[in-house]
């Protein structure tokens, strides 16, 4: 990079996320390489964008600025001592954060009518031999056997559930607010602006943090899904392998745009829409949204949005299969087979669901960031990985889903890698994959179906993982079908 690319990088649109990708890409330079100088000058104008300060929502990007500075001004340390420990055991990081902050928009005063919005609420008695309070400010423990009240919220992930007792959370003024917000949709925007670093979409944080309090207009509304949903998150690979005459071979990376964290943030955005009251905006405008925003909507547990894309797409029996499919357990077996069925009714369906399983990877289940977040109680379902259950709608075209059709060109033992954000959602829904796969090899009858089934009873661990999900009596059932 020389001075003169230094304009056109800045130009870039930085409501996209592979802008970012680029800029990250440069601040990985070597500090003591011939480009140090140039991507020093681009650090710089980074931080007199105001661009770049509106639509930079994640901290990770920050520290690599952080990091770049680190690298300029202390090489001999850094060549004996990795970069990211050194940030967070160092003195430095705390001079290059002040480094950084004058640049950055002050910490915004939210309106006193603001509350953190609650994503879930429950009453349960604990089990626990005792539970600290989350709503005192010194330690407080609640005893064995108290009926609690437990909250999640949107900005703060570090426990699923805060307890605190019943008389405390109901006579705080705030969280009684908080929850008959979160039960009847009505929501501040602002309600979801407690916190730093929840959301990491450029499109969306420059949205959220430009809001001045206006009821939005459907106009509006549809400029910001239809931002949200196209950013493409660069060419994120998947770590793969494969049996290549008797070796485990890593087979050649290819980009996908299903990734975390720039993808999921329209689940988030119709999540915080539907909070804030303005579902019913989203839905008459669906048809000028992108065309995948209908199957998104059915990802949220709320029987009326169901029935109202339903009525949209013009498929009779949506909503009842999608009842079946995300239900907060794994399906029977009874259940798999009508999902297949409804799947090979409706091929255009099946279509249009594997564009948004490809695009958005939904179907994954990432312990670490996950695609559409079960901490909120319209997503719950796909906690525990239960949201694989909907590629048995793919089951007759599995051809169509990218990573089936890995599998299949592979053979059986193709399998994810387990390192790295971007594999472990794969990784961890391997069997249903394979059931996917190997229920398409008994519906087309393929001669390959039994190499894959030797395959998996080979392996006890393989069996009976395989086996809690119904597999093997579900290519039986499939075979007995097709005859």
């Known amino acids: 990079m020389n001075r003169e690319e230094i304009p056109r990088l800045l130009a870039l649109d930085k409501t996209l996320y592979d802008t970012w990708t680029v800029y990250g890409e440069i601040l990985d330079a070597d500090p003591s390489g011939p480009e140090a100088a140039a991507v020093d000058r681009f650090a710089d104008a980074l931080l007199a964008d105001s661009d ?97 009240c437990q909250y999640s919220l949107f900005h703060d992930k570090k426990e699923h559930w805060f307890s605190t007792s019943a008389e405390r959370f109901e006579s705080d ?53 239809t931002a949200v949903a196209c950013q493409r998150a660069g060419a994120i690979h998947w770590d793969m392998t494969a049996n290549v005459d008797g070796k485990y071979t890593k087979i ?39 065309r995948e925003i209908p199957l998104l909507l059915m990802c949220l547990d709320v029987p009326a949005i169901r029935e109202r894309v339903e009525s949209h797409l013009r498929i009779p029996g949506l909503k009842a299969a999608y009842d079946m499919a995300l239900a907060p357990k794994k399906c029977t077996l009874k259940e798999q087979l009508k999902l297949v069925e409804f799947g090979r009714a409706n091929p255009e369906f099946q279509e249009l669901l594997a564009f948004t399983l490809n695009r958005y990877g939904y179907y994954s289940y990432n312990n670490y960031q996950p695609v559409v977040d079960w901490f909120c109680r319209e997503y719950a379902p796909f906690s525990m990985a239960h949201g694989a259950d909907i590629l048995c709608f793919l089951t007759s075209r599995a051809d169509l889903l990218d990573t089936a059709r890995v599998m299949l060109e592979h053979g059986p033992e193709t399998r994810f890698g387990t390192a790295g954000f971007s594999n472990a959602g794969f990784s961890n829904i391997q069997e249903y994959l394979t059931r996917c ?47």
């Open 52 to 148: 770049f300060i509106l639509c930079c929502g994640h901290w990770q990007f920050m520290k690599k600025l952080i990091t770049w500075s680190a690298a300029r001004d202390r090489q001999d340390f850094l060549k004996t001592l990795a970069p990211v420990v050194w940030e967070f055991y160092s003195g430095r990081l705390h001079e290059l954060r002040a480094h950084i902050e004058p640049y950055m928009p002050p910490k915004r005063e939210l309106p006193k009518e603001s509350v953190p919005a609650i994503i879930d609420f429950r009453y349960k008695t604990l089990a626990a031999k005792r539970t600290a309070d989350a709503l005192c400010e010194k330690r407080v423990w609640l005893p064995k056997g108290t009926e609690a």
């Open 173 to 225: 003024p705030r969280m009684v607010t908080a929850r008959k917000r979160f039960e009847t949709d009505t929501c501040l925007i602002y309600d979801f602006l407690w916190g730093d670093d929840r959301i990491e979409s450029p499109a969306l944080h420059s949205f959220l943090v430009r809001y001045d309090g206006h009821r939005l207009t459907r106009s509006e509304i549809a400029e910001l899904i």
């Open 252 to 290: 050649d990376p290819f980009p996908h745009e299903a990734n975390c964290p720039a993808n999921r943030e329209i689940f988030t955005l119709l999540y915080i829409l539907k909070k804030c009251g303005y579902m019913e905006d989203v839905l008459n405008l669906l048809p000028r949204l992108p």
């Open 437 to 483: 796969v190997t229920g398409y090899l008994a519906m087309t009858g393929s001669p390959e179906l039994d190499e894959w089934l030797a395959f998996l009873k080979g392996k006890k661990w393989r069996e009976e993982s395989s086996a809690k999900i119904k597999l093997f009596d579900f290519v039986e059932a499939l075979r007995r079908q097709t005859g």
